[in-house]
């Protein structure tokens, strides 16, 4: 037999946490987010009880995948940063089974404590935030975005709007959606403006011009070649003939001078 354990937030919102009378908790659900993701020695589990961070003080975790159904074995309390669920060794994490890890959809307003170590998304307008955050406003409220070191932050201009997933998780007095990886952005970044048509036409017909003086057709460059050939063919024959009228002018010029005639 069980005992159940009632904590206060200080936000006045309560959680139940189960021990067994050997102070170890059996719990069974889908892991979604990994051993890594935010640090090594913790990983997030959601259960039919609600969300619960899988912990080890020196404790190696067994291969796990998002998705995973298994079933974790280990002390249960509540600290600062919420349910958590401490493992003595490897063997306290059995794999059962596989799936996949859904997001619940969540509105700003509604997003607080009762929520840590949730797999969360929220849809709306996203605004730039400073350093590695940045806000959602999804009509009811801006719910803040925190990304990890292994998430490189998006560019945010004006108009983007879009999804983000990710675990909920404290952040001193308040909680903040941290995003597992680059997957849990889905954003929509505003249009790039068309370019201007006539540009785009005066600088095709700039550049054909360019391309058809570096590079004259074909068939003009044969042309050119077969002048060329004729020319230098006729010259020396004109040459000739002309050498040969100025002899043969000579020779009558000759004759009439020998027979005195002029």
């Known amino acids: 037999q069980g005992t159940t354990v009632h904590w206060k937030w200080d936000g006045g919102q309560s959680a139940e946490?189960?021990?067994?009378?050997?102070?170890?908790?059996?719990?069974?659900?889908?892991?979604?987010?990994?051993?890594?993701?935010?640090a090594k020695n913790w990983f997030t589990l959601e259960t039919p009880d609600g969300a619960v961070q899988v912990y080890a003080t020196t404790a190696t975790?067994?291969?796990?995948?998002?998705?995973?159904?298994?079933?974790?074995?280990?002390?249960?309390?509540?600290?600062?940063?919420?349910?958590?669920?401490?493992?003595?060794?490897?063997?306290?994490v059995q794999v059962i089974g596989s799936g996949a890890a859904e997001a619940r959809r969540v509105s700003a307003s509604d997003l607080g404590e009762s929520d840590l170590f949730s797999l969360v998304e929220i849809s709306g307008e996203v605004s730039a935030g400073t350093g590695r955050k940045f806000t959602v406003n999804d009509g009811t409220g801006d719910a803040s975005i925190s990304l990890p070191l292994s998430v490189k932050k998006p560019r945010l201009t004006a108009s983007v709007t879009g999804t983000v997933r990710g675990i909920v998780v404290r952040s001193k007095d308040s909680v903040v959606i941290?995003?597992?990886?680059?997957?849990?952005?889905?954003?929509?970044?505003?249009d790039a403006a068309p370019p201007e048509t006539t540009?785009?036409?005066?600088g095709a017909s700039t550049a054909q011009a360019k391309t058809t003086t570096q590079n004259p057709p074909a068939q003009t460059v044969v042309a050119s070649n077969d002048q060329r050939r004729t020319l230098m063919t006729l010259l020396p024959l004109g040459g000739a003939a002309l050498l040969l009228s100025g002899w043969l002018w000579y020779r009558k010029r000759h004759a009439l001078d020998v027979n005195g005639e002029g």
């Open 178 to 190: 941290r995003p597992r990886s680059a997957d849990d952005l889905q954003l929509t970044l505003p």
């Open 17 to 38: 946490v189960v021990a067994s009378d050997d102070d170890r908790d059996v719990r069974e659900g889908v892991v979604t987010s990994l051993p890594g993701m935010f």
């Open 199 to 202: 540009g785009a036409v005066l």
């Open 61 to 92: 975790f067994p291969a796990v995948k998002l998705g995973d159904h298994i079933r974790v074995t280990g002390v249960a309390s509540l600290v600062t940063a919420g349910p958590r669920l401490r493992i003595a060794a490897t063997k306290d």
